[in-house]
């Protein structure tokens, strides 16, 4: 089980860490990715990192901007976001999959969380 938290709103060009808990399995054995859906819009990819921590793989949109990072200890994996647009306001969704190849596909994972909602306003 996936449980998102952090998202809130806040002003173009400011900062949000949101935080991605797992229950259930030894999850340093999972990869997780951040998605994220903005209403009428397709669900986006932004990142996927690997259950060691050491291969991180950034989406376009969100490349420089965005950080993945994870603490296996707590069984949480993070999202730092930097300089947010009103273009970044989306659900903002984690998930997690076994295999640790990079996948961009939400389908294509094993458990996803419900989501956090990020607003940016200008």
């Known amino acids: 089980q996936l449980v998102e938290s952090g998202g809130q709103l806040v002003q173009a060009g400011g900062s949000l860490r949101l935080s991605c808990a797992a229950s259930g399995g030894t999850f340093s054995r999972y990869a997780a990715a951040w998605f994220r859906q903005a209403p009428g819009k397709e669900r986006e990819f932004l990142g996927h990192?690997?259950?060691?921590?050491?291969?991180?793989n950034y989406g376009r949109p969100v490349q420089g901007r965005f950080t993945i990072s994870r603490d296996n200890s707590k069984n949480t994996v993070y999202l730092q976001m930097n300089s947010l647009k009103p273009e970044d306001t989306a659900l903002y969704s984690c998930?997690?999959?076994?295999?640790?190849?990079?996948?961009?596909?939400?389908?294509?994972?094993?458990?996803w969380g419900q989501g956090t909602q990020v607003t940016v306003s200008s």
């Open positions: 990192i690997t259950g060691n921590g050491y291969a991180i």
């Open positions: 998930a997690a999959r076994f295999s640790q190849v990079v996948v961009t596909s939400w389908s294509e994972y094993d458990s």
